[in-house]
């Protein structure tokens, strides 16, 4: 449906929580339900009773959990997962022009800010299966400083395919994800962590920087609170940002940390409900490589005619979305190209109705209107 047309298919961005209900007379299957409830309400009237809103102790907290679930020395807390993008390219203190190679399907955000930097972003074509970057079409030249590799949708990428280059791992929706034993976000000099509401932790809006250079942490944590550099008290010795992630929501994210291995677990099931559900239907299941754990972020199954697929979802009031976008098909990035695996991808990848209040009938109604088709 969509062929040559740009990514058209969704009225809301990809990342948001929902898609469109439609006149079906039953509940929407929702697209995405934060799995949050009292003990983060708890946490939340905690901080607003204490009056430290923002760089208070809740910021350490988060902070001191997510580097031990990436393992890694430092994390440092930001206000989204584009802002870990950011702050990560800007601290490597690349010069203009030098470029950094992107996947050519992935949210817009990996490659804009890079653009942003003053950077100029390869793209490079992706697996039509796995949807993530293909090693072998990397080809750096003198000019590539980093490679920016999304684990996408949680699958982790294979890493260690990938000529030794910088690698800027985009682990927005990885967190709990693991490449062969080792936790995705902890593998590149850096990692980038989203907490919007579709990832297995959320802060509502939220992000993070994994590393374990601790001059990289500095120079992220400088850049977040507007080039301060501690103990400094007259002096702002760059020019930085304000990309802080206050306390309030820290506090959300803490209790969902906590629990993170339980997420994940249910996430696990989920996935395993569909699949088995799936099972005989002419569809792509997603996946992991053996000894990977997936982290989940998003159930995307590849099926022909997406567009119209969807639609009927959506018309019986189940939540579905597009994967993500193939980015040379959009104007900011339509200098670049051919990539057939991102368009193959683009056009096929549906995200399935995914979180842990999912129930066995919300599952049996999706593959029932799926069966349909
Ligand atoms: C692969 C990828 N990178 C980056 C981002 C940006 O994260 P955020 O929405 O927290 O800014 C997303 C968000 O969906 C993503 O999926």
């Known amino acids: 449906m969509e062929g040559g047309r740009g990514n058209l298919g969704s009225e809301v961005p990809p990342n948001e929580e929902g898609g469109s209900g439609g006149k079906h007379g039953f509940p929407p299957v929702r697209l995405a339900w934060p799995d949050v409830g009292a003990e983060e309400a708890a946490a939340v009237a905690e ?41 990560a390219v800007l601290a490597l203190g690349l010069e203009p022009g030098d470029e950094v190679i992107v996947p050519a399907y992935t949210f817009p955000a990996t490659a804009n800010v ?63 994800a693991r490449r062969q034993g080792r936790p995705c976000g902890g593998i590149g000099l850096v990692g980038c962590l989203s907490f919007h509401p579709r990832k297995i932790v959320t802060t509502g809006e939220g992000g993070a920087v994994t590393t374990n250079d601790a001059s990289l942490a500095e120079a992220v944590a400088q850049l977040r609170h507007h080039g301060w550099k501690p103990p400094e008290l007259a002096d702002l010795p760059v020019p930085g940002l304000n990309y802080r992630l206050s306390d309030i929501l820290c506090a959300v994210g803490i209790p969902q940390l906590l629990r993170l291995e339980e997420l994940l677990a249910a996430r696990e099931r989920i996935a395993a409900g569909y699949a088995e559900r799936l099972a005989g239907l002419p569809v792509v299941l997603p996946g992991a490589d053996e000894g990977d754990r997936h982290g989940w972020q998003a159930y995307v199954i590849q099926v022909e005619r997406r567009g119209e697929v969807l639609e009927s979802l959506r018309v019986k009031g189940i939540e579905a979305q597009i994967g993500t976008y193939a980015l040379h098909r959009l104007s900011a990035y339509a200098d670049q190209g051919p990539f057939p695996g991102a368009d193959r991808a683009f056009e096929r990848a549906l995200a399935l109705p995914f979180h842990t209040r999912l129930t066995e009938s919300d599952l049996d109604r999706v593959v029932e209107a799926l069966t349909a088709m």
Do not use: Q, Y
């Open 47 to 87: 901080v607003l009773a204490s009056g430290r809103l923002t760089m208070g102790p809740k910021v350490a907290e988060l902070e001191r959990l997510l580097a031990a679930a990436c393992g890694v020395e430092h994390a440092v807390a930001v206000s989204s997962g584009t802002a870990a993008l950011h702050l």
């Open 114 to 176: 890079v653009a942003l930097a003053g950077l100029k972003p390869v793209l490079v074509d992706v697996d039509p299966v796995t949807m993530n970057i293909d090693p072998a079409k990397v080809e750096p030249v003198r000019r590539t400083k980093a490679i920016m590799a999304v684990h996408l949708f949680g699958r982790p990428a294979r890493l260690e395919e990938l000529p030794t280059v910088t690698l800027i791992e985009d682990a927005a929706g990885a967190l709990g």
